[in-house]
């Protein structure tokens, strides 16, 4: 038996409400398929599922707002030695247990119809009297009510007028993004290249391809990143309980700005075993799937550096903020034509900015710079991509 | 030995009033004044007037609910108990104890008991207080028949037996636990047998002869005054009216209330023993029992025009006031 | 101050008792000659006399009656019985004379009754000598419950008892009895209808009573651990109740978890939870949470009786999900 759990979707969230399942008790899943859909401080993201069996039971009905790490269902593996009851049979009894068996859960929400929403009565006052429209609040009380520290926090953090998802969405990042300049000790290199290379290549390639098909140069960069990352893996790690920790696949992290303001930063999984194509692929599959709102749970948990490229923008580099608990931050400013030194004679040539934000726990400058000296190279033989 | 013809007609008035007051009862009952469970005691009258008639002011009593006629034949004012009954402020027990639970502290009167058998271990610790406290006094408890049934009498009487506590144990026994017949509670139906297993000295007397439970009593209580020990007395009586006010009496026969009423009635009985004596001339009773009715009429219009408690007050007497 | 048990506590202040009003005396089951089934009396007998430390037969209704007797009759009778459970037998006195003698005579009598008790499981005893029912006792109008949990208050409380006008029924936790702590014995009598901090907290409040403050204490240090900052409030009397204490508890931590060795339903543990719905509802940041008895006659195996009494770790978890920590 597996209990499929409200996932952490970001290292800031601690709550979210279930708010569809895509399957029924009694329903074969297997790994990777998505299950259930999870409305989050960054909106609704599908939810997939890690192991392959039968759904045996629904815990949480839609609409309930639970915190992370709660049972949302149980599923039945593949292999299990007992043999499958019908969906809908009464579970067998429990073994009689002769140690004290700890208090089962009092507040767990009981599966079935969704719920009103958990406040508790000290919170509901409060929120009266502080103006807190406590409707969308995530709640970090037992069964996921809203509590008083939540509606402090709210009070605190925004305005008293409506909390709508694009302002939790705000607090979200405001929260990451506090955490990280509050805990990590940030450095930045920069570096500028030319990218005459990588825009001919561009070109070359794009010419004979459908508008659908063809490359962008994010691709490069993420491509690029991803290889350049093989040889330097502190900054693609965690820095856990002070201590570094390698990640162990190189998952990378692209920001992605909504049109509404938000931010989201699904990851591309594996990213150094893709091809230039592949990576093509993820990145708009990533793009558009962000806009709709479709994301996944590990594509938003999982990231294990992040990209983010404010091309588009027409600035010359960007130094950001690295997204706790990773330890490095790629930045790639706009290319733009700059007079560029050749052989001695100034010419006009495509300029890229690159700059790493990283974590001095993690990694120190010289490191940081030889890795943009590395990925200069690789950008600068695009073919090799 | 009732010894003087005053006293001898002291307690023929009050056999009298507890009829009288009984009856008038058992009237505004139906009228609605007197509320709850109403217990008569008419035909018993002789128990309590011989008894009470035997002790001392310093003595204490203990009854049951159908204690009327020892709160009267205690000193009780009928008043006091009328006021009780409906409810009044002026109640002997401020109408927090209505019919079943007369008490009176001046009166050494410690009510009043309606759990059968309830009473039997207070009386104890009373006689244990007087014992231990070096006071003379004598504590007479009364029940009825039912009690003996009770697991609390036989603690009740081991524990007085053992301790040699000064307790007159009256038994008064009017055949009939509320509705089943002694023969059908007790499997030995001669009670003084119970306590002589206790090593209680026990006697019985015919419980509708005034002079007789007097006599009896007197003596009783001598002997627990001299022995300092329980002495138990089984009164043999008649209750002539139901259970408690109404009741369908499928558990007796008319006839053989009847009986009882005509050939036994302890007022009868203690008028023509009083006749015979010469204590008494035959305008007397009729004179008595028109002064009784006054009393009661008096009794009645008093409780009537008595306050009732404020419901203020109702958590009063929970527990004792807050000292300072 | 010097360091006592619990049972020589009691004893202590059953001698000065005895000692200072020639009105008290001792009467229960084998509280003479054996010294107590508990041992309290233990040495009594030999200083005030069988008069005073009185033998009882297997009576409980006769003599728990005797001693309210006794009481109006102006002794000062301290009854022990020897387990709650035997006071099933004397309940009627209790429910129907001592606690109704006052009201029902209009304010005329007074019951100036102390009655001891041992309550409480935990020493393998089964179903018939190891049931908390002081719940039940607190739920009658016109007697006092007070359940001491420490040394100190096992003194104290017997004193105060005795200067009360009122029935007073003092439960004493069995595992108690050997317990070890500072006494003061000149502190003077405990405050009766006074609850208080054990330990002081901000997010959750532990209240109890009697054998589980130990426990709710212990819970607490285990909660600390885990950064959780727990207040425990020992309620010392269950009637009359400290409200206000409960009510000011609730209202700094916002969270409530109750610890009582009864069984959960109709229990004291209700009381106080409906009482807090009732008067600080909207203090309240979550559920309020009990930890009680489990509803069986509790078991005599050693693990059985484990698991049906309160333990830390289960107050441990209820404090800890109404964090939403579970």
Known sequence: MAEFVMPSLGSDMTAGTLVLWRVAPGQVVKRGDIIAEVDTDKGVIEVEVFVSGRIEKLLVGEGTHVPVGTALAVIAEEGDPRPQPPPAAPRAAAPPEAEPAPARSLHSPTAGAPMRQRISPSARRMARELGVDFSHLAGTGPGGAITRDDVKRAAAVEPPAEADARTRMRQAIARAMTRSNREIPHYYVAHRMSFSAALEFLERTNADRIPAERLVYGALLIRAVALALCDFPELNARWENDALVMSPGIHVGMAISLRDGGLVVPAILDADRLSLDQTMGALRDRVERARRGQLRASELSQGTVTVTSLGERGVESVAGVIYPPQTALVGFGTPALRPWVVDGQVVAKPVLGMTLAGDHRASNGHRGAAFLNALEKLLSQPREL | MIATRARALALLEQMFLIRRLEEKCAEVYSAGKIRGFLHLYIGEEAVAVGAMAALDAADNVVATYREHGHALARGLTPTAVMAEMYGKATGCSRGRGGSMHLFSTPHRFFGGHAIVGGGLPVAVGLALADSMLGREGVTACFFGDGAVDEGEFHESLNLAALWRLPVLFVCENNLYAMGTALERHESVTDLCVKPRAYGIPAENVDGMDLFAVEAATAHAVSEVRRHRSPFFLEAKTYRFRAHSMYDAEAYRSREEVAEWAQKHDPIDLAVAELTRRGLIDGAEPAAIDLRVRAAVERACEEADAAPLEPVGDLLRDVLAPEVG | ?326
């Open chain 3, 1 to 326: 101050m010097t360091r006592s048990t619990y049972r020589e506590a009691i004893r202590l202040a059953l001698a000065t008792a005895l000692e200072a009003d020639s009105r008290v005396l001792l009467m229960g089951e084998d509280v003479g000659r054996y010294g107590g089934a508990y041992a309290v009396s233990k040495g009594l007998l030999e200083r005030f006399g069988p008069e005073r430390i009185r033998d009882t037969p297997l009576s409980e209704s006769g003599f728990l009656g005797a001693g309210i007797g006794a009481a109006l009759g102006g002794l000062r009778p301290i009854v022990e019985i020897m387990t709650v459970n035997f006071s099933l037998l004397a309940l009627d006195q209790v429910v129907n004379n001592a606690a109704t003698l006052r009201h029902m005579s209009g304010g005329q009598l007074g019951v100036p009754l102390v009655v001891r008790m041992a309550t409480g499981g935990g020493r393998q005893l089964a179903a018939q000598h190891s049931h908390s029912l002081e719940g039940w006792y607190a739920h009658v109008p016109g007697i006092k419950v007070l359940a001491p949990a420490t040394v100190q208050d096992a003194h104290d409380m017997l004193l105060a008892a005795l200067a009360d006008a009122d029935p007073v029924f003092i439960f004493e936790h069995q595992l108690l009895y050997p317990t070890e702590g500072d006494l003061d014995p000149a502190r003077g009598p405990a405050t009766i209808g006074q609850a208080l901090v054990r330990r002081e907290g901000s997010d959750v409040s532990l209240v109890t009573y009697g054998g589980s403050l130990g426990k709710a204490l212990a819970a607490s240090d285990e909660l600390a651990q885990a950064g959780i900052s727990a207040e425990v409030l020992e309620l010392r009397t269950l009637r009359p109740l400290d409200v206000e204490a409960i009510e000011a508890t609730v209202t700094k931590t916002h969270r409530l978890v109750i610890i009582d060795e009864g069984w959960k339903t109709g229990s004291f543990s209700a009381e106080i939870a409906a009482l807090v719905a009732e008067r600080v509802f909207y203090e309240l940041d979550a559920p309020i949470a009990r930890v009680c008895s489990a509803e069986v006659p509790i078991p005599y195996a050693k693990h059985l009786e484990d698991a049906a009494l309160p333990q830390v770790p289960a107050i441990v978890v209820a404090a800890k999900e109404l964090l939403g920590r579970g």
